[in-house]
């Protein structure tokens, strides 16, 4: 649900809108992948008294997977480096 919140909010930029096709798709598979990383990073820990659930280095867990995933959809190479 996040993701799709995420693309949804994106989607609906005026800024997004007008850019050129190349930069629009870049930002949608960013805001589809940006946590990507987390189901591995993903821990509970307590802080404050309480247990809340955090994702340290989730951003660099990500890269890998979200290039693979790219690679395999046969994404243009400048929108997976």
Same mark, same amino acid.
């Given at each position: 649900?996040? %993701? @799709?919140? &995420?693309?949804?909010? !994106?989607?609906? *930029?005026?800024?997004? !809108?007008?850019? $050129?096709? $190349?930069?629009?798709?870049?930002?949608?598979?960013?805001?589809?992948?940006?946590?990507? @990383?987390? $189901? +591995?990073? %993903? &821990?509970? &820990?307590?802080?404050?008294?309480?247990? #809340?659930? %955090?994702?340290? @280095?989730? *951003?660099?867990?990500? #890269?890998?997977? +979200? *290039?693979?995933?790219?690679?395999? !959809? @046969?994404?243009?190479?400048?929108? &997976?480096?």
């Amino acid at each position: 649900a996040h %993701t @799709g919140h &995420v693309c949804a909010a !994106l989607a609906a *930029e005026a800024a997004w !809108l007008a850019a $050129p096709a $190349p930069r629009r798709r870049r930002l949608m598979l960013a805001a589809l992948l940006h946590d990507v @990383g987390k $189901p +591995a990073c %993903t &821990v509970q &820990v307590a802080r404050d008294g309480a247990r #809340v659930w %955090t994702s340290p @280095g989730h *951003e660099a867990a990500g #890269v890998p997977l +979200a *290039e693979n995933f790219l690679r395999r !959809l @046969g994404a243009p190479g400048d929108d &997976v480096a």
